[in-house]
């Protein structure tokens, strides 16, 4: 009776204590999460009118929009003027349907490497800056994308046919250099992919095993990489937002989730693809477990190359530390040979 007692006595206290303590820090993470993403939807908004593009407009620059404006940070203005970059805001063809990106280049791009830079977010949510501290460090060249949906025509799908929007950005890259009157053929294509974008971009090299041949390394940062884990964290937010707006069925979410599930990709990269996966300690939208989770998967597929960063007290997509672009330029350029005939 008394070992029954002291057990019932622990039940008791859980329920008193513990359950009402966790269940309130699930709370107030929730509440957390939705004024923020209130302010980034209020914050996008604004951003929105550096896309609009007059009917007969194929691109505008808008450099000097993103130099006078409150929404750029003060950094990127000084290495936008340092490095005498120009921005350009353009619309490019995926499927029949109008997509607007953004590319953001220094003079001779020729001569640096390429990143092609996967958007965070879905439709008008989260729509990037083009002079975002990622576009505007040194002088790489930086390419993106908003996917359909938001301030492009067409329908988001989350990891659906907006996969073919980052393939159709990939060719069409020839077209748009003709048109600027620009060389965009540089030694080194380089693949970042933070948040939603690490999501698409496992996705597009996946899909499309022909672009992984022109590509030299690939970073998810603070990325989505397991939808189950994703779901299992955020049932209030993404999984309602999965049924809600992109079409999974909450009695049958398995089709949807392993058609676009990062980890259901691995047996279909190349194996000596040179793949870098940085979290964050203190991101409140991504569990590291989505990491760790991926590289188990990579090592298991046989991948020779793949490389881990845990970043103590990293945010979501590293917002609270500045220096991690140039930690990353670093081992993106380390012994890939993207200047010939200089030593790096």
Request: glycine letters at 6%; a neutral charge; proline letters at 6%.
């Amino acid at each position: 009776m008394e070992k029954i007692f002291f057990v019932f006595m622990k039940i008791a206290i859980y329920f008193l204590l513990v359950l009402p303590n966790f269940l309130f820090g699930q709370s107030n993470h929730a509440e957390s999460l939705a004024k923020e993403n209130k302010e980034i939807a209020d914050f996008s908004q604004k951003i929105s009118q550096f896309y609009q593009l007059s009917t007969n407009e194929k691109w505008r620059d808008i450099t000097k929009e993103i130099l006078e404006s409150p929404l750029t940070h003060e950094p990127a203005k000084k290495a936008i003027q340092e490095h005498q970059r120009r921005i350009i805001v353009f619309i490019y063809p995926s499927d029949g349907l109008k997509i607007k990106g953004f590319l953001s280049y220094t003079p001779h791009p020729e001569t640096h490497p390429l990143i092609i830079l996967y958007r965070w977010g879905n439709r008008q949510f989260a729509l990037m800056n083009p002079g975002l501290d990622l576009a505007t460090f040194g002088e790489y060249t930086v390419i993106s994308s908003t996917l359909r949906g938001g301030v492009s025509e067409g329908k988001d799908e989350f990891g659906g046919k907006d996969v073919n929007d980052m393939k159709n950005l990939i060719e069409f890259i020839p077209d748009l250099a003709r048109e600027l009157n620009i060389d965009l053929d540089p030694h080194c294509t380089f693949m970042i992919g933070p948040s939603r974008g690490g999501l698409e971009m496992f996705q597009t090299l996946a899909r499309y095993p022909e672009i992984q041949n022109r590509v030299t390394k690939i970073v998810a940062f603070s990325a989505i990489l397991d939808l189950h884990q994703q779901i299992q964290d955020r049932p209030d937010d993404m999984k309602s937002m999965f049924v809600k707006d992109f079409g999974m069925d909450p009695k049958n979410p398995e089709s949807w989730i392993n058609a676009r599930d990062p980890l259901k990709t691995v047996t279909r990269i190349k194996k000596s693809l040179p793949i870098l996966i940085v979290q964050g300690t203190k991101d409140p939208r991504i569990n590291l477990k989505e990491g760790y989770h991926m590289i188990d998967a990579l090592k298991k597929a046989g991948h020779t190359a793949v490389n881990y960063w845990e970043v103590p007290g990293g945010n979501h997509v590293l917002s609270n530390t500045p220096q991690a672009m140039k930690t990353i330029s670093q081992w993106l350029e380390f012994n890939a040979h993207c200047y010939p005939n200089t030593e790096q």
